[in-house]
């Protein structure tokens, strides 16, 4: 790696390279001249100093000087804060634009990388977008072309297609839906609605809403708790619902028969820490850091059989982050899979 040039070591190379000539200069002088050897050699030395001590304000006040306000404009312009030059560093003009141009280099990196992904991710998503509202619509073509060509006269199936064609009425509306709350949530217009509440409660009504998902596959609902006060959060009642209700039933759709889903809670000061567990079969870990991502699916196929909307997990997280807090997920193949996200106590 190079090693950058500095003021001083240009200077010190002057000098040598000066001292080297100034020498050379004086023994041809005294081999020629040798009775005015000191005189002369006194003017040399002189005209030396004088032409060093002139470059060096040369170089100082003009060139380095101008290079130490170029290092400056590209600071503001471009890095902002990010670089302040530190006391203890010299303040040597040119290891200062070096170092301003290797953090813009750095930053432009960074930021062609962050592009790169959002181009990505947009794609993706346009494609996730298209391929979930396709199917739905092209259900619903195929059973209005069968009803208008003779279907609708036959009374064993025209019943049967009309509620078909609405079930994928359904799932385009739910689609529909799950990204307004995405959309108002990531540009801050949904106001979230805070009040004091019992937690305990809430799960209780939901556990009521889900037994008859949960007994269908004979998935037990546990409310982990010692005893039977009041758990008392502030937080949009509305909105914590619909973060329990997607994580429950995910749990049971997922989960393995003859199973159970657990609900539990600790508490941790001002906060209360609520885990959602499950002992289903599990998320492989290279897929647990995009779960939260819309249309993000571990088995797309079998997912979908489930008719979720794919944004579920997506909308959770971003309910957790609007009330300024963070949700994770824990899991391993065949061990089980639990969310934990922490809430705001009443006291």
Known sequence: MPVPLSKRSILLALVNASGCL??????????????SLVEDGLLWISSFFILLCSFYYFFDYLI???????????????????????????SDGLSVLESRINSLIEL??????????????????????????????????????TLINGGLEDE??????LKRAEKSVDRMINI?????????????????????FDLIALCKDIFAALELNASRKNIQLELNRKNDRPV???????????????????????????????????????????????NGMGIDERHLPRIFER???????????QGGTGLGLAIVKHIIEAHKK??????????????????????
Not at 184 to 194: C, H, P, S
Not at 295 to 305: A, M
């Open 295 to 305: 249309f993000y699916r571990v088995d797309k196929g079998r997912s979908r059989e």
């Open 156 to 161: 064993h199936i025209n019943l049967d297609y």
């Open 64 to 90: 380095s000087k101008r290079i130490r306000e170029l290092g400056e404009k590209i600071r503001l312009r471009f890095l902002g804060n990010e670089i302040a030059i530190n006391s203890s560093v010299s």
């Open 232 to 278: 008392l959060v502030k937080a949009d009642k509305f909105r914590i619902r619909q973060v329990l209700v997607n994580l429950i039933s995910n749990s049971i759709k997922y989960g393995k028969q003859d199973g159970a889903t657990t609900v539990n809670f600790i508490n941790e000061g001002t906060e209360l820490l609520v885990e959602v567990a499950d």
């Open 326 to 347: 963070q949700i994770r997920a824990e899991s391993a193949p065949g061990k089980g899979t639990k969310f934990i996200f922490s809430l705001d106590t009443s006291y």
């Open 108 to 145: 432009r990196e960074k930021e062609r990388k962050h592009f790169e992904n959002l181009d990505s991710y947009r794609k993706e998503y346009l494609g996730n977008v298209s391929h979930e509202l396709k199917t739905p619509i092209f259900n619903i073509q195929g059973y209005i072309d």
């Open 176 to 196: 529909i839906d799950d990204l307004e709350t995405i959309t108002q949530l990531e540009t801050g217009d949904m106001v979230l609605d805070f009040e004091v």
């Open 22 to 35: 100034l020498v050379y200069k004086l023994v041809l002088f005294a081999e020629n001249n040798p009775s």
